[in-house]
């Protein structure tokens, strides 16, 4: 595998190896705000996972640290909202799923570097997208 130039995502590949999809566009999500979870070396939080966010882990994701809901206008950031779907990093993910707090997933909206931090078996125990 070749580096990627600095803003080059990689290959835009979900869980199955089929083209990833639009997490979100509103808001605009992903390491390269894009609307997608694409990545690549640089994105070192590897914000990867599509999830539909809830009020349960917007609360678990502030109190670690990370304040996903509080809008930040300065930066044209209007806070993720319960409902909201979001490129979430993979281990925050892992995280909330070890403290009973994990939000649901859209798997053929997340990366599949993703799967070198989660399972893809624990993804599918939180997933919205399987028939």
Same mark, same amino acid.
């Not at 600095?6 to 390491?31: A, H, I, K, R, W």
């Not at 690549?40 to 009020?55: K, M």
């Not at 993804?123 to 028939?131: G, I």
């Given at each position: ?46 914000? $990867? ?8 882990? *917007? @609360?678990?994701? #502030?109190? /670690?640290?990370? +304040? &996903? ?40 909206? $997340? ?8 399972? *893809? @078996?624990?993804? #599918?125990? /939180?997933?919205? +997208? &399987?028939?």
């Amino acid at each position: 595998m070749t580096a990627n130039e600095p803003n080059e995502p990689d290959q835009p590949l979900n869980v199955f190896g089929e083209e990833l999809e639009t997490c979100s566009n509103n808001p605009l999500t992903g390491f390269f705000r894009d609307g997608c979870c694409n990545t690549n070396d640089q994105d070192v939080g590897s914000h $990867t996972i599509c999830i539909e966010a809830t009020d349960e882990f *917007l @609360a678990f994701s #502030r109190a /670690q640290g990370n +304040d &996903l809901s509080t809008p930040r206008p300065e930066m044209g950031f209007d806070g993720v909202k319960p409902g909201s779907c979001w490129c979430l990093c993979a281990a925050r993910w892992l995280e909330a799923y070890e403290a009973g707090a994990p939000p649901k997933v859209y798997l053929r909206r $997340t990366h599949q570097r993703a799967l070198e931090i989660v399972p *893809l @078996a624990l993804l #599918r125990t /939180q997933a919205l +997208d &399987l028939n």
